[in-house]
C-alpha cells in the first residue's frame, strides 16, 4: 500500500502564469509624442466677446462680437475688433485688424511716458502721467493696455464711471496713440479723431523733405 501524499498544487495562480515579457511596470512604455503649440508673435488679451442677435425675416440670426488687444511688451501695441457666425472666426478678424493697428510708443529709458496725456472717448476720459518708479497704478482694461504695451512707472485714472470695457480700452489706445514714434508709419484705428491722423501724415512728409 502507497502511504506517500499526493503533491499539493502550489500554484496559487490557478493555472493562469505570468508571461515572459511583461512590460507594465512601465520601465520600457513608449513615451508619446508631445505636440507643443507655438508660441503666439504678440502676447493678446480678449478685452470683451458678446452676442448678438439681429431679427431678420426667417427669425433671429445671433453673432458673435470680439476685442482684442495685443502687445510685445517691448512698447508696440494694437487693439482690433471682429464679428463672425463662430467665435473663432471672431477671434481671427479682431487679431488680424489689431495687428493693422499696431503702432510703436515713444518711451523712455525705464519704459515710462516722456509727459502726461489725456483722451476721451464717448462717456470715458483718461489721463496717464508718470509717477517716477512708483510701479504701474491703473485698473480696467486700461491696464491691460499698458501691459501689453511693456509701459511701467505710470498712473492711470479713469474720469468717468463707465464700464464699457471696449471703450475704456479705446481710450487707452486714443491715449497711448498720442505717444506713438512719428517715424513708423502706422494704420491707425477708425475711431481715431482726423485731427491726430493729419499730424502723422505733416510730420511724416515733413521728415521726406529733409
Not at 512601465?26 to 508619446?32: A, F, L, Q
Not at 468717468?160 to 484705428?189: F, H
Request: proline letters at 4%; aromatic letters at 4%; glycine letters at 8%.
Amino acid at each position: 500500500m502507497d502511504t506517500t501524499k499526493p503533491k499539493q498544487n502550489t500554484n496559487n495562480n490557478r493555472g493562469f502564469s505570468k508571461p515572459k515579457n511583461d512590460n507594465r511596470g512601465g520601465d520600457n512604455r513608449r513615451s508619446r509624442p508631445s505636440f507643443e503649440r507655438p508660441k503666439p508673435e504678440f502676447d493678446q488679451k480678449m478685452v470683451s466677446i458678446r452676442r448678438v442677435t439681429r431679427v431678420v425675416a426667417g427669425g433671429r440670426r445671433m453673432t458673435f462680437a470680439v476685442a482684442i488687444a495685443i502687445g510685445d511688451k517691448k512698447g508696440s501695441v494694437g487693439l482690433g475688433t471682429g464679428k463672425g457666425g463662430d467665435t473663432a472666426i471672431a477671434i481671427t478678424k479682431a487679431l488680424r485688424q489689431a495687428k493693422k493697428n499696431m503702432f510703436k510708443i515713444k518711451t523712455t529709458k525705464d519704459m515710462s511716458i516722456p509727459h502726461e496725456v489725456s483722451a476721451k472717448f464717448g462717456s470715458a476720459k483718461l489721463t496717464i502721467m508718470p509717477n517716477r518708479g512708483k510701479g504701474l497704478v491703473s485698473g480696467s482694461t486700461v491696464r491691460d493696455m499698458l501691459v501689453l504695451s511693456g509701459i511701467k512707472n505710470v498712473t492711470a485714472k479713469l474720469h468717468s464711471g463707465s464700464k464699457n470695457k471696449l471703450n475704456n480700452a479705446r481710450v487707452a489706445y486714443k491715449a497711448l496713440y498720442m505717444l506713438r514714434e512719428k517715424t513708423a508709419v502706422v494704420k491707425s484705428a477708425p475711431f481715431i479723431p482726423e485731427v491726430i491722423k493729419e499730424e502723422l501724415k505733416e510730420a511724416l512728409v515733413k521728415e521726406e523733405v529733409e
